[in-house]
């Protein structure tokens, strides 16, 4: 049965994309088919995260409004066979997203993928609200900010009132896990920045990963590469763990440091890029 | 000598990062037919239905795929031809 995974904020900048991109290649790695749809209209970014920019035809909007099918605006993934990139519309506007069109699509998905995973812009309105409503399962992504925290708090709301599964009535609820990002294990350690028990006491959901603060991740976005894709990248590591604990493995939670450490020769000799 | 000990032995990565958004804003700006993805549907249409006055195809049989770069944006057509399709008779 597939899944459609919502990846979720409140706040912007946290790292929804890079997280979105990192998961569904994940899964993609791990052999299940998947889908990574932008749900912010307007202002697509997806595709650069993905690095598939130069070869966006039809969009989100094209097919909700009949102007082409699901399979002319999929973007297949170049280095791995599982993954589908479905790229939102640049040109017009939020309102462009009906729930009628947004349902039809995704249950379409849920014919051909295993996983479908939707990249929610920030914020609350139109197309976050969208992004979520249909989800069996939500990655609330959090920085150990305060701002950020609260934000999550606000989403975690909405996720359990303003959802599909919770407007069934039946009981039924939306998995919302939270994954911790941009987190420095030596700040925290000095009480520079609040600790995973922290916000885990706080907005008190499941924890599904901790991806640290890397180097990495802007370099990936640079090469537009989902950063999960880096063997050298720390946070690479933090998101397989959090990608297997998606699907339902049993993974140890460990905090990794965000960059491999390299030797001194090779520092000094080995510019790799 | 020395130029090749400065000189990064791959593009860097932020240098990728500028080339990209250079390719990808020097088309969005332009404004022109190929930044505007709202032309392709109706050049989709447009092309089904001059091919279909010919032979018998799809509705989903064209696929239209754009790939922008530097200086050059290719557009490739693709029409699939079911094994039976018949030329139609001419009026």
Do not use: W
């Not at chain 2, 190929?34 to 091919?51: C, G, T």
Request: aromatic content about 4%; glycine content about 8%.
């Amino acid at each position: 049965m597939s899944k459609v995974i919502v990846v979720t904020s409140g706040k912007g900048g946290v790292g929804k994309t890079t997280s979105s991109a990192a998961i569904s290649a994940g899964l993609a790695m791990r052999g299940h088919k998947t889908v990574v749809i932008d749900f912010d209209v307007g202002l697509r970014n997806l595709d650069m995260i993905m690095g598939c920019e130069r070869r966006v035809v039809f969009d989100f909007i094209n097919v909700i409004q009949g102007d082409a099918k699901l399979k002319q605006a999929l973007i297949k993934d170049r280095r791995l066979e599982n993954l589908y990139v479905l790229p939102t519309s640049q040109t017009r506007d939020k309102d462009a997203l009906t729930k009628e069109g947004v349902k039809k699509v995704l249950d379409e998905l849920r014919e051909d993928f295993d996983y479908i995973v939707c990249d929610s812009p920030a914020g609350i309105e139109r197309g976050a609200h969208l992004a979520m409503y249909y989800a069996d399962e939500a990655v609330v992504v959090t920085n150990p900010e305060v701002s950020s925290v609260r934000d999550s708090d606000r989403v975690l709301g909405l996720l359990n009132s303003k959802t599909f599964l919770a407007e069934k009535g039946d009981g039924s609820n939306v998995k919302a896990q939270l994954l911790l990002t941009r987190f420095d294990p030596a700040r925290s350690a000095k009480g520079e920045m609040m600790s995973v028990q922290d916000v885990l006491e706080i907005l008190a959901i499941p924890l599904l990963g901790i991806i640290p603060e890397s180097t990495t991740v802007l370099k990936a976005s640079n090469e537009g590469t989902p950063v999960i894709l880096d063997e050298t990248s720390g946070a690479a590591k933090a998101y397989m763990d959090a990608v297997g604990r998606l699907v339902g493995e049993q993974i140890e939670m460990k905090v990794t440091s965000g960059d491999q450490r390299r030797g001194f020769l090779q520092r000094l000799l080995g510019r790799t890029a | 000598m020395f130029s090749s000990l400065f000189r990064p032995r791959k593009p860097n990565s932020a240098q990728t990062a500028k080339d990209r958004l250079q390719i990808l804003l020097a088309h969005e700006r332009a404004g022109g037919s190929v930044a505007n993805p709202d032309f392709l549907p109706m050049l989709q249409r447009d092309i089904l239905e001059v091919v279909r006055k010919h032979l018998e195809i799809d509705g989903d049989a064209v696929d239209v795929k754009l790939e922008r770069s530097d200086d050059l944006s290719s557009l490739e057509i693709n029409i699939e031809l079911p094994g039976n399709s018949r030329q139609r008779p001419r009026a």
